[in-house]
């Protein structure tokens, strides 16, 4: 205000088009007019002020600021004085300000750094701009000037520059962070251009491959992996380029200089310009995963051992049962799309037992081993032999023709386990018996149960052979089920029952011990024999229980024979199997102590078919029997292989002629001469001799002129419940 009134002071006048301020601080554009005012003597003495409100005269002005004020982008405009006239709504929000509170701001205080030529400002600036606050933004201005002399309008289009510099300074960031995590980083990394050859390597790689980077820098990248992966490494490239995948990841094998191989993991990618997408280098990868490589082939072979123990056999390597029954599923569908039957055998060698307890366990392996490997040799590629367990073994015919075909097999099979063999240093002739079932439709669910069926009438009817199952052993099956079923209920009702057989003095006719002999009583309470489950017992293993069974009722009756004033033995059959066990011993212990029963008055009758297979541990176990002091017979004498041998290896004090000889004593002179032979031994070896099967007088007459001791069979008496068995004798045992 100061100049405008020195220049009217100087020049008696000053006009002006300005900017003004009402008290509520809103501005209007008016016309001030300043006069000196002088007295008489041209003295000042005052001024004169008019102002002329010019908001509502821009006629020429209105249609551009009104153009300039409907666009999108933040627009200053000034008049010819540098004051701001218009800011439109987004230069109000970008410089965070009412136009109100803008206007008549000179604009350079908004844009410092803009330059005016003769009053007009043209071109594109970047400068800090201000905000009234005093806030500073970088900004992108663009200026131009509309019109001429008062009528001179500023244009000034303002564009924040905050996010560009932002999205630069992170672009810059990050081609730092790229470069930096592309030469630090620790998998080896290398640039490509389009045509395969290495433009940039990092020091990893170097490491990793064990060259500079001047003479990788020489090679193109198939020169990286192994000859053998090469092709395949290109083609994945190519895939790349082309734009078929936007990465790719591989295993590969890349070789040193030295010629070591390493196992790596490659990973590429396409790298393309922003705006084109126009392929312009590819980033590869190379992790270096030899011992990771290393360790999943160990767990996968270690899984494969795995999976393969699961369904083979440790110990010979053939399949299993698990794998067996997998392969006769696959066999049957087959079966059912086809129409052609397969077969099944099934193998048991026959007394290995008694080569496992006389030779030893590995001896018993060495001739599994062995079988299996000539087993091998006799089926078909086709065909499978399994070890089904223990000295089973079951062959798997996948399809047969005729059953003239698994006939031939089933031959072939028998004649390659019966050739001499060397286990243990000693050569042995092994046999086997085997049971043949051909498939049916229906039919397959039984085959396996079938052939085991045909397997026991094959040694039924003395081994060495093989037996195709029919409906007749089917009904053999059934019977040996129902009577395993019987013994099982027998057992769980408490319904095992006892006989007994008095054994008499031959030269005073006495009473001398009784013979337990077991039966099953049924519900209406007869007795079922012997015969119809003792045999079934001993292929299902149910024998012990049942023996024990035996044992203790056994001994509770001789404790009560004993307290009636009876004297002599109860004779207690037990089986090979109950003496396998190791517990006989403690079984017949237990007995004696729980009915306070003295063991000089119990004989344990061992039958000789167990002596036969009598290994170190059953003949531990016959020992034990011994020092409890009971009696041992040695029941079935004759019936065995080199029976004079056990009188002498085993600690016996009776020997029990077989009723096969006893049969023919006073008839056949050969019968006679036995009997006579046992008797003269077993009394040099004072050994009590017992005649079975005793049924006549003469049997009896000629037996005492022997020599032999003592008899029983049912010239004596049958077997009969205990209150009877001394009535049928007529008398009693004398002290």
């Not at 004085?81 to 929000?93: K, S």
């Not at 131009?144 to 008062?150: L, M």
């Not at 490494?233 to 190519?238: D, I, N, Y």
């Not at 009776?654 to 031994?681: C, E, Q, T």
Request: negative net charge.
């Amino acid at each position: 205000m100061a100049r405008r009134l020195r220049q009217a002071t100087v020049e008696g006048r000053f006009d002006e088009t300005c900017w003004l301020a009402r008290r509520d601080d809103s501005r209007f554009r008016a016309q001030l007019t300043i006069t000196a005012m002088l007295d008489d003597t041209s003295s000042l003495v005052g001024f004169g002020v008019l102002t002329r409100d010019l908001s509502d005269r821009m006629p020429a002005e209105e249609p551009v600021l009104a153009l300039l004020r409907n666009l999108v982008d933040p627009v200053l405009c000034a008049d010819h004085l540098g004051r701001v006239i218009l800011a439109n709504r987004p230069a109000e929000r970008l410089f965070e300000a009412p136009e109100r509170a803008l206007r008549g701001h000179p604009i350079r205080s908004l844009l410092p750094r803009m330059k005016l030529r003769g009053g007009r400002a043209e071109g594109r600036v970047e400068l800090e701009a201000l905000r009234p606050q005093g806030e500073s933004f970088p900004a992108e201005v663009s200026f131009a000037t509309i019109g001429d002399g008062e009528d001179r309008i500023i244009v000034a289009t303002v564009r924040d520059h905050s996010d560009d510099l932002a999205a630069e300074e992170r672009l810059r960031l990050s081609e730092e962070r790229v470069r930096l995590s592309f030469e630090h980083s620790p998998i080896g990394m290398a640039i490509v251009d389009l045509g395969g050859r290495l433009v940039e390597v990092n020091a990893a790689l170097c490491r990793l491959l064990g060259r500079s980077a001047e003479e990788l820098l020489q090679l193109d990248v198939s020169a990286l992996v192994h000859p053998e992966d090469r092709r395949a490494e290109l083609e994945e490239l190519r895939s790349v380029l082309a734009g078929q995948t936007a990465t790719s990841s591989t295993e590969t094998r890349c070789v040193r200089p030295d010629g070591h191989v390493l196992r790596v993991h490659r990973h590429a990618t396409i790298a393309r310009n922003r705006r084109t997408g126009e392929a312009r280098y590819v980033i590869l990868q190379f992790q270096d995963i030899s011992e990771q490589h290393a360790t999943r082939q160990q767990v996968q072979a270690a899984h494969a051992r795995l999976a393969h123990q699961a369904t083979h056999d440790d110990l010979t390597g053939l399949p299993n049962r698990v794998l067996l029954l997998e392969r006769m599923d696959a066999a049957r569908q087959r079966c059912e799309q086809t129409g052609v039957p397969a077969a099944v055998l099934f193998i048991d060698l026959d007394h290995f037992k008694w080569i496992n307890d006389t030779l030893g366990h590995a001896a018993g392996d060495e001739l599994l081993v062995t079988v299996a490997d000539r087993l091998r040799t006799v089926i078909r590629p086709a065909d499978m032999v399994a070890r089904f367990g223990g000295d089973e073994f079951v062959v798997l015919l996948s399809s047969v023709a005729t059953p003239a075909i698994a006939h031939e097999v089933a031959e072939r099979l028998r004649h390659a386990v019966r050739q001499p063999m060397t286990i243990a240093g000693r050569t042995l002739n092994v046999t086997c018996s085997v049971g043949l079932a051909v498939s049916g439709l229906p039919g397959w669910d039984r085959l396996l149960q079938e052939a085991d069926t045909a397997l026991y009438e094959a040694k039924a009817r003395g081994r060495d052979r093989w037996e195709r199952f029919n409906s007749t052993m089917r009904a053999a099956a059934g019977r040996r089920m129902d009577a395993e079923a019987l013994i099982r209920e027998a057992l769980d009702d408490d319904r095992v029952a006892l006989q007994y057989q008095p054994v008499v003095d031959l030269a005073s006719g006495r009473v001398v011990a009784t013979e337990a002999l077991a039966r099953i009583r049924r519900s209406d309470g007869r007795l079922i024999p012997p015969g119809r489950f003792i045999d079934v017992a001993e292929d299902t293993g149910l024998i012990v229980p049942l023996g024990q069974v035996v044992i203790d009722q056994a001994c509770l009756q001789q404790s009560r024979w004993r307290r009636e004033g009876r004297r002599g033995h109860v004779c207690i059959n037990v089986s090979a199997q109950q003496l396998a066990t190791g517990e006989l011993a403690a079984q017949v212990d237990a007995s004696l102590q729980a009915h306070g029963l003295d063991p000089a008055y119990v004989c344990i009758e061992l039958t000789e078919s167990a002596l036969i297979d009598a290994g170190a541990q059953m003949r531990r176990n016959i020992y034990d029997l011994r020092a409890l002091g009971v009696t041992l017979a040695l029941d079935d004498f004759g019936t065995g292989w080199s029976s004079l041998s056990y009188l002498r290896r085993f600690p016996l004090d009776v020997v029990k002629i077989d009723r096969s000889f006893v049969a023919g004593v006073g008839v056949h002179r050969d019968d006679a001469a036995v009997v006579a032979a046992v008797v003269d031994l077993s009394h040099a070896l004072n050994l009590m001799t017992v005649a079975e099967g005793v049924e006549t007088e003469l049997q009896a007459q000629r037996l005492l002129e022997l020599g032999c001791d003592q008899a029983q069979g049912y010239f004596f008496g049958r077997p009969a419940d205990a209150g009877d068995v001394f009535a049928t004798t007529g008398g009693t045992p004398r002290p």
